[in-house]
């Protein structure tokens, strides 16, 4: 089998000098959904962090599309085609709507901009509605739809996300993860960190359990759902 | 016709007074937001860099005046202007690239980069100092009024005379452009978006790809030129004086926080709220009751709230109130 | 090791006092000494609050003037005459002014939070500031009116000099409590903006209120404080003079090198004292809780200390130390000058001591103290000496002028590029903080 899309392999470190992960892999293949879910402490963020270049790697490497990526910066990685959302303070919150997506493309130069951000309104109309408000005036679930389009406007060939549905209500969580089915049948690959395991693991292609920033349970979202040791340890029964 | 010169007086003594120095505060309060936006700590150097940028203008126009260059009915500094804001910029450039960016490098806390602007404050103080000396310095040429006493009485038929000095139209013509201009680059163009982006959140700022060192000189560059404006209007419009320039600090730091530190619209705001308190409470109301009220009623005090010697008082007490009541300021987010 | 390393740095600190006495004069020596020891309690009371807490003020020169106040009201001498023309009714007005502060904070806790209460508040602001002018104008005239030549203020109580040194130390705290109140537990540059601001004030008043110290006008012949005896009684008194003489000293410098050596004996105490209480507190229980608060606020505070609390006693505490130093200043000069009270001398030159020093340790502020103040002093001596001896071979001109004339000017420059070079390359200072 060929090597995944992006492949954070095998990958040892943390912020100190204590790692908190363990040779953990983490890869995503082109156009597919991979979930890190876990208990807390798990070092679920820490991993995706890892694989964003955010925390120094004592062991392992990151590859993006067969090229080795683990030396370079957040930002290097962001030219190389990795869109990163934050959980928290993920937009501009004084600058209004359309400055924040115009925020996202900044490393772009080319004249396709405009084109981009009518995607990312075709994907979530209601921003192109308020395209002129603060982004910080707007609710919660809005505020991460444009925090997911501001890391979609430098056309990403990853997306990658860290808690997208912290603290939004249920209908806007199920209404996110289906606007995040949709960017991933565009091609793009999604990796992301998810509190809400069991829903994120119905839209998942592949879906990785952390315990101790270790791998625990690998297989796909649905086998990992039918896993009765993951429903009984992870998913609550 | 009595209300007429009364209301006169007051545009003498308050209006024009007030909006010419607001003008000026508001330039020096929209320089020490910018770097606090920015930068995140507050720039106790910003007082001397407006000495320092009108030194240089002052200079300039020295040179101009002796060449027989003039701006005509205008001050001749004015010509002189883009030619100190580049030498006080290229300075601040300098100082940024051997003191500051070390600092920033070690995300030190801003308390230290305060101190270290102390530090700045001296060296440019000193430097000041040696190139223009301690005394005062006059600079305004061309037309000293723009409205003469006289032509107004003879128009009007009015008692009270209303004099309105070139320099105070100056100041506040020169800082609308300013801010004008000002705004227009933070809000429409690709760099002034990306500075906002920066002070609102630098980490994902830095995720969205902008250049943190583009960002910082950029900042830079306008707080000196607008330092130079700031202090080449109030020097204008008052006279040179660098112990002064020390002093100016105040109002300037509490039009800021009164705003809301690192908010451009707030700096504006804050400006023309200190610059008015400080008149209309260091101003001698009897010119302006006398017109309204019999003098009978008014017997010889000066209604003078304050004595114009605790001007300091004033910025200093709005400052208190601001911080005990709302430390964020009018249109402070966080 | 570093016990030495210390002792070394002292002994070096010594010897530049030596010297200057030596090479120079004695008496421009310990007048440097003295100066420099008062720079130096200054020095520890900022230490206190920057070294311990972390606190950063401008307004140092605010409670040096203050301490300056104390002494001219505690043992400046009476003025009879001016105290009865209207004294007591200053005091009626200070008295109505403070409980109007006080009714208005009962107000604001009792009314209603709304516009109204805004309104409200502000109104009973200006009404009770005009009453407060009227009580207090015709009392500011008469007293100034009293020989305005000679007197024209209250004057003080006459009492021992000594007695002012405590009363300084209060008078500033007493400002740092208003201070602290506000501006701690904010944002760190608010506290720094702040005390700029309110230690322009207190110049502000000092120079503009005739009545209370005589402004501009400067305050001279205040009593010594009791063991100094004055250079004149020692010259005349035979008990003085027969020594003097025996040992072929001229009298009129050995009685003023003799009063230096006392203010110096007096200074020293002070400041062995100081440092004594300061070390104990710093190791004692209360010491520790502090140095956790600066060294990690958020933890400090998740344990339960109250960090506001701790920073505004720490910052009146810091304050009064330096409001003694100003009292003792203006008590060893026997005058009150206003104007001399600069932001650059009293606030920021202190600022470099305790950074040269050593931030957080005593002997470092106190070392700082004595290097920086004689380097301040000497070259404040010196400077002009030198570039009149460097420019001697030009001939006299604009150049010249201009040269003799930035001499005094340097000195601020090369204190920012002291401050500067140390804060980058030594941020720990010649002392480190064990």
Redesign the interface.
Known sequence: MAEPFLIGEAMTGGYGPVDILHSCTIAVEKGEIAVIVGPNGAGKSTAMKAVFGMLNLRQGAVRLGGEDITKLSPQARVRKGMGFVPQTSNIFTSMTVEENLEMGAFIRSDDTIAQTMEQVYDLFPILREKRHQPAGQLSGGQRQQVAVGRALMTQPRVLMLDEPTAGVSPIVMDELFDRIIEIARTGISILMVEQNARQALEIADKGYVLVQGSNRFTDTGKALLADPEVRKSFLGG | MDILNALTAFANFILVPGLAYGSQLALGALGVTLVFGVLR??N?AHGDTMAFGTAFVIMFTWWFQSMGISFGPLPTALLALPFGIAVTAAFVLGTDRV?YR?YRQQKA????L???S??????????V??LI??SERNFADGERMLLNPQDWKAWTGLAEPLAIKTTAVVSIVVAVLSVALLFWFLQKT?TG??M??YS??E????????NPDKVVAVTWVLAAALATICGTLYGLDKSFRITVY??L??PI??AA?VGG?GSPLGAIVGGFVIAFSELIITSAWKKIGSYLLPDSWLGDGLYQ?L?T??K??V??AI??IV??FK?TGIYG?K | MTRYRNLWLFAGVALLFVATGAMLSWNLSLQILNLALLSAIMAVGVNIQWGYAGLFSTGVVGSVALGGLAVVLVSGKPVPAGWEAGGPRVLSALLFAALAVALAVWLYRKLQAGPKRSLALVLFGVIAFFIYRGLLDPAVMAIEANNPSQAGHIGGLGLNSLLAWPFGALLAAGAAWLIGKVALGLRADYLAIATLGIAEIIIAVMRNEDWLDRGVKNLIDIPRPWPVPKEVDLQASPAFLDPMLAMGLDPVTGSSIFVKLIYAGLFGIVLVALIWLTERALNSPWGRTIRAIRDNEISAAAMGKDVKFRHLQIFIIGSAVVGLAGAMMTSMDGQLTPPSYLPLRFTFLIWVMVIVGGSGNNWGAVLGGLLIGWLYLAVEFLGPQAMEYITAGLPSGPVKDHLRESAAHMRLLSLGVVLLLVLRFAPRGLIPEK
């Not at chain 2, 806390?109 to 230290?112: A, D, G, L, N, T």
């Not at chain 2, 102390?118 to 430097?127: I, R, W």
């Open positions: 700590f507050s106790f003191v070390f806390k801003p308390i230290i305060v101190i270290v102390t530090g700045v404050m001296f060296v440019m103080n000193g430097l100092r040696i000396g301690t690709r978006k990306s906002r982006a609102d959140n980490d994902l700022a830095l995720l969205s790809g902008i020390f002093g600090l105040m730091f509490a926080i530190l709230a004595s010697d605790y300091v008082a910025s200093f400052l208190i911080l005990l430390p987010a």
